[in-house]
């Protein structure tokens, strides 16, 4: 049985919940006959992926999806490049502020995902899930997660297949948000996780599909 490795972050920058975790939380413990494992992480610099390291050495996935918090994005959004650069706009959850530094010192410069998110998008957009694939993880904390994650499948767990995905805001976090703050329910913010896991196990190749951006 294949295994997934499930990750996601917990509350930060004021807010009581993060829709990442709470999402991951609802998924079943079996996707198209894989087991998911699923983890809380901190939002804290080099201890989420210490966590995430730590857990990659004790279950052994054969993939690892990493699921973050962007806040005013209206739509699921796998990421496609992870960048060696740390520069934090608030503190991190222990009140760290890393600002232009690296992730890995003398690491490259960018790791690019190793999940079809193409197919990805493609699976969530036919079942009525708004998402695109984006082409900046940031320089928080996620960020720091991808890039992390990316450099330990390509050193260390060369067996595993890594990548992240950001979600929107949950619709209860947007009530005291400014009037037009997208959000989406929870409960689809876990149906779009169990379906990019689905398109995941179906195939490492992935598609070719007219998008990206013009500016």
Known sequence: MKK?????????????????????????????????????????????????????????????????QAGGRSQVTPEWVGINFRNARIADNEGNQPMQTSVVENGPEAYFTMLPVFRMVEKMKENGIPASVSYTAG????????????????TEFKDV????????????????QPAGTPGMNLKDIAKAIELSVEAMLESDTDIKV???ETH
């Open 4 to 68: 997934v490795l499930i990750t996601g972050f917990d509350p930060f920058g004021g807010e009581t919940i993060n829709p990442a975790y709470e999402a991951v939380k609802l998924l079943p413990d079996e996707i198209s006959g894989a087991k998911i494992i699923k983890k809380e992480i901190p939002t804290v610099f080099q201890k989420g992926p210490d966590a995430v390291y730590e857990e990659i050495q004790s279950s052994k996935p054969d993939y690892v999806l990493c699921i973050g």
């Open 161 to 176: 297949k890594g990548g992240f995905m950001h979600v929107p805001f949950a619709t209860e976090q947007t009530v005291n």
């Open 210 to 212: 007219v998008s990206g």
């Open 139 to 154: 320089t928080y904390v996620c960020n720091d997660v991808m890039y992390s994650v990316l450099h330990y499948c390509h």
